[in-house]
């Protein structure tokens, strides 16, 4: 095992990384650790990429706000990440059996209800958010 600052293998052109015991106290280790907890507490496995849960793609000619969509084969999970500027049309026969809309914040591991006017959601603000819709949760 590395103890040391290394340049990550397979990708030269990134820069010398930190050192393990440096990098864990980075933001972006507590953002990841944050997100695990979000995936140990639904079903994460059942989870298929839906790009029909979207009315259309808002992302379509920007990659920087691509809304990425998974679905359970069961239809009772969903979860949409919204990287900026978040608002999404959802194609609601598509989630028929969900009954609960949540925004969870990453930055924080907050959630906060979230409503929609017809399938349209707007997240709190323009920050990344992420949009879970679960079944009797």
């Known amino acids: 095992m590395c103890a040391g600052a290394e340049t990550p293998l397979h990708h030269p052109r990134t820069g010398t990384s930190k050192a ?51 679905r359970s084969d069961s239809g009772g999970l969903a979860l949409l990440y919204l990287p900026c500027d978040g608002e999404v049309g959802l194609a609601m026969d598509r ?5 609960t809309f949540r925004w969870y914040d990453p930055r924080s591991g907050a959630y906060r209800d979230a409503s929609h006017d017809d399938g349209q959601f707007t997240a709190p603000d323009g920050q990344d958010w992420i949009l879970l819709l679960t079944k009797g949760s």
């Open 20 to 70: 393990w015991y440096e990098a864990q106290d980075l933001e972006g280790a507590f953002d990841m650790s944050r997100l695990a907890q979000l995936f140990e507490s639904i079903a994460w496995w059942s989870l298929r990429p839906d790009p029909e849960l979207l009315r259309t793609q808002p992302g379509e000619g920007d990659p920087h706000t691509y809304v990425g969509a998974v």
């Open 95 to 99: 989630i028929e059996l969900v009954d």
